[in-house]
């Protein structure tokens, strides 16, 4: 049984007036200037404020970050084009923009050998060297350079396939 209360239209408030013109879509979504995306302040010098950069660590939520940096956390999604808060665990830093904030970054600054790990692990997908060690030694063999490093594993394992051990003693089988 659903109950039905009779409602006075007189208790009900009006609707609002309606200007001539709507607002169009744009103008609509439009920030004010001081919060439009990748803005920069400038200071008393005449020069533009850099946005902070934040590295993202795993505990780190849209919220909590907002709450670190005193900046409402709409502005925060806008200004790094995040439209829900589960995008952040794809993204390794977010900007704070530099309006709202001008201190110093609060994350810690990250691995400084983390793009070196990268590249060790992408020589070992490239090769199928499966040892961390023998992977290192040949990029730091070739200064670096993971293209380097790749062609003288080639030449490496061309070299075994063609010198093959002997079993028992070892040595390579004489021809």
């Known amino acids: 049984m659903l109950c039905q209360l009779p409602i006075d239209p007189s208790l009900q408030p009006s609707p609002p007036a309606y ?18 995306p990748r803005a920069t302040k400038a200071n008393g010098k005449g020069k533009e404020e850099p946005d902070v950069i934040h590295y993202i660590r795993p505990t780190d939520t849209l919220l909590s970050l907002s709450l670190a940096y005193h900046i409402p956390l709409p502005l925060l999604r806008n200004h790094n084009s995040l439209f829900s808060d589960h995008l952040l665990a794809a993204r390794h830093t977010i900007l704070i923009p530099s309006p709202h ?32 060690e023998v992977a290192g030694w040949y990029l730091e063999g070739s200064g670096w350079i993971e293209e380097e490093a790749v062609r003288r594993w080639g030449e490496d394992e061309a070299w075994e396939r063609a010198h093959p051990k002997d079993k028992a003693g070892g040595k390579a089988k004489k021809r």
Do not use: H, I
């Not at 200007?19 to 439009?36: D, G, H, K, R």
């Not at 201190?103 to 499966?130: I, Y």
């Open 101 to 132: 904030y001008t201190g110093p970054s609060l994350s810690p600054s990250p691995d400084p050998d983390a793009g070196r790990k990268s590249m060790v692990k992408r020589f070992q997908c490239r090769t199928k060297c499966v040892e961390w």
């Open 19 to 36: 200007e001539n013109e709507l607002p169009t879509y744009e103008v609509a979504l439009t920030l004010p200037p001081s919060e439009t």
